[in-house]
């Protein structure tokens, strides 16, 4: 099957920073779907694929890339980096523009396999204790009304995260301040403001990052810092892969486990039924938190390139074409699971996408599940009544998803 033409795409159909999108997505997505067709969205040249059936095979498709960097001249690097205001950014280029997320092929399988051991559950079975332990600490220091994003959540995964580096504790807050800084220029509002913060921070992180490195490199740890300096001294990845990796790392589970536990909060306190089932039956943990992975995804879009004119589940795919793949959207698919919009904490098989599928699965999906179920653990069992005080902002964004804050009495 063709595509459809694109100048025939409704632009009222999908309007991803509007509030109405911004407080409740899923009607979007549904709308998306029902048109059976992928939907041309201007504002960002792509093609949006909304059915699940459609974001698998994309996802999976060897063809489907995250850059043709390496088929473009310079030139045309160039001119595709300005036509995205991503231009004049020489830190951010080299560190975040690359990275393990953002290779294919050979590359990509190199830089995977220097840190897929490190994510394996053993390995983060290891750092699960003191997850708890610090956790608990976190609760004990809040009140009978506390904010669960600000005063809980925000502080979980930076410093997990920091822990399984490297990264010394005190440093780790500021760590999560530029990690946001960094990320929110790969949303769609690109303004030179916003532009000019993630260069400057990167440049910072930058800064950090080599000082941490020299100091490792004096007193090595038992810490993935010191690993992969061995890795880069011994000549298997270079300086900017080695720094490029690291702050993937730092970044890439930061917000999006935030948002995970505000999503899933939110998920559980709109359906007390499910709320009281998981009280009544702790055991259902580990289902209940990849239904809240699947309900509402904190990471609803990822893109794709057509490498070669490419087959994605029919569609006949141009060479060069921009595919995005909508996870969020794929998980509540009714062809893919049964009542799709009911949040069932027991949900059992639970094959949803909001880690991905493919090559570039996130490499973070068991370390966030722990996390989220000590955070989840200690809260239902600290508190016999947990509410909320305020109706959930969440933040407008097409990338990202999740609420700003969460005010709760608890008792
Ligand atoms: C809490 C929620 C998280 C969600 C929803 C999530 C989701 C994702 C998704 C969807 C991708 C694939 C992107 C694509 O399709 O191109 C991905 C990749 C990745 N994630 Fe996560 N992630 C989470 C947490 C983490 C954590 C905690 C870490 C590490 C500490 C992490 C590390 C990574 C890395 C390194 C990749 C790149 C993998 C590759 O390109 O081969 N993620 N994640």
Redo the contacts with the bound molecule.
């Keep these: 099957m063709r595509l459809p033409d694109p100048s025939a795409a409704d632009p009222a159909l999908f309007d991803p920073l509007g509030p109405e999108f911004t407080r409740n997505p899923y009607p979007a997505y549904a709308r998306l779907r029902a048109l059976n067709t992928p939907y041309y969205f201007a504002p960002f040249d792509i093609w949006l694929f909304a059915r699940f059936a459609d974001v698998q095979a994309a996802?999976l498709n060897p063809l489907s890339l995250?850059s043709l960097d390496d088929r473009l001249t310079p030139e045309e690097i160039e001119a595709d980096r300005r036509a995205q205001n991503w231009h004049d950014m020489p830190y951010h280029a080299r560190f975040v523009q690359f990275?393990?997320?953002?290779?294919d092929g050979a590359m990509?399988q190199r830089?995977?396999r220097l840190?897929f051991g490190e994510?394996t559950p053993p390995q983060v079975e290891r750092l699960k204790s003191g997850v708890e332990a610090y956790v608990s600490d976190l609760f004990d220091a809040v009140g009978s009304e506390f904010d669960f994003i600000n005063d809980l959540a925000v502080h979980v995964?930076g410093r997990?995260?920091g822990r399984?580096l490297g990264v010394p504790d005190a440093d780790c807050a500021q760590l999560r301040i530029w990690s946001e800084d960094i990320v929110q220029y790969f949303d769609i509002d690109r303004t030179d403001a916003r532009k000019a913060l993630a260069e400057r921070t990167t440049r910072t992180f930058y800064d950090y990052l080599i000082d941490l490195s020299n100091e490792r490199r004096k007193r090595p740890q038992d810490d993935l810092i010191s690993r992969l300096l061995r890795r880069w001294d011994a000549g298997e990845l270079s300086e900017d892969e080695y720094i490029s990796?690291c702050m993937?790392?730092?970044m890439?589970?930061?917000g999006?486990?935030?948002?995970?536990?505000g999503n899933g909060l939110t998920a559980l306190l709109n359906h007390p039924e499910q709320l009281q089932r998981l009280r009544a039956d702790p055991g259902l943990m580990p289902t209940a938190i990849q239904e809240m992975?699947r309900y509402d995804?904190?990471?609803p879009f990822?893109?794709?390139l057509a490498s070669e004119d490419m087959d994605v589940n029919g569609w006949e795919i141009p060479k060069g074409t921009k595919i995005g793949?909508l996870?969020a959207s794929a998980n509540r698919d009714p062809e893919a699971f049964d009542n799709a919009d009911r949040f069932e904490i027991g949900r059992t098989p639970n094959r949803h996408?909001?880690?991905?599928?493919?090559?570039?699965?996130?490499?973070?999906?068991h370390?966030?599940?722990m996390?989220?179920e000590a955070t989840f653990m200690t809260l239902l069992s600290r508190f016999q009544s947990i509410a909320l005080t305020a109706e959930p902002q969440f933040k407008p964004s097409l990338s990202l998803r999740g609420p700003k804050a969460l005010p709760l009495r608890v008792n």
């Design positions: 996802a995250r990275s393990l997320l953002n290779s990509h830089l995977r840190v994510f995964p997990v995260i399984f990796t993937l790392i730092l890439a589970g930061h999006s486990t935030i948002d995970a536990m992975f995804a904190p990471l990822f893109h794709r793949l996870y996408l909001a880690f991905a599928a493919g090559p570039h699965f996130c490499l973070g999906n370390l966030s599940r996390n989220m």
